[in-house]
């Protein structure tokens, strides 16, 4: 246990802390926040940390999707991240992804993934791949689908969606719908729409 860290047992998890610890990286959360912190937290805080991210890629210019990798023994957080895609001009750096490539390479099926909007078939492709066995999605309103297909390969699926989450992502779509759709389906569906 880390004793000097500035999160301990006796700390709330409040909005602030959570943005905190969203936007710090995640080598340094031990600095933040020590075991007892990280085992107080609830899925419905890893989720809000997965919204934090995803705003952090709105304010960023970006798509609002972010996600969380917590290890299940201890409830520390291994990776996360949110999506770049327009940020790094890549095609498929969503939420999910980035969380993965932070976290490296671990054995996945020791860990839940929090992702603030339902995986894109890429995505859920990548977690049953990658043996995740626990996936929680925040947000089901917006866009849904793969919930199934990660199922029927196995992964527990919960949906424990985020009210500020899905009127983000709702917000989102109204005012940049081409680049929500790029985001879903690439640059060729939406010139198309022209």
């Not at 905190?20 to 085992?39: C, G, K, W």
């Not at 937290?41 to 997965?50: C, G, P, Q, V």
């Not at 894109?120 to 990548?126: F, K």
């Not at 626990?134 to 196995?154: C, H, I, M, P």
Request: proline share 3%; charged share 20%.
């Amino acid at each position: 246990m880390n004793t000097t860290a500035l999160l301990n047992k006796d700390a709330a998890s409040t909005d602030a802390i959570l943005r905190a610890i969203a936007h710090m990286p995640t080598a340094s959360l031990e600095v933040l926040m020590d075991n007892e912190f990280a085992r107080s937290l609830t899925d419905a805080d890893f989720m809000r940390i997965a919204v934090f991210l995803a705003e952090k890629s709105l304010l960023e210019g970006g798509c609002p999707i972010g996600a969380v990798i917590v290890n299940n023994a201890t409830q520390l957080i291994v990776g996360k991240g949110h999506n770049t895609l327009v940020q790094d001009n890549h095609p498929y750096n969503h939420g999910e992804t980035a969380a993965i490539k932070d976290a490296g390479r671990l054995d996945f099926s020791q860990t839940t993934l929090y992702t603030s909007l339902s995986p894109c078939v890429v995505c859920a492709t990548l977690l049953y791949m990658r043996g995740f066995n626990r996936v929680v999605v925040g947000d089901t309103t917006n866009a849904s689908g793969t919930e199934t297909l990660l199922q029927e390969k196995g992964v527990q699926v919960e949906v424990l969606e985020d009210a500020d989450g899905v009127a983000q992502y709702a917000r989102f779509r109204q005012q940049k719908p081409e680049q929500d759709l790029e985001d879903w389906q690439g640059l060729s569906a939406v010139s198309h729409l022209a």
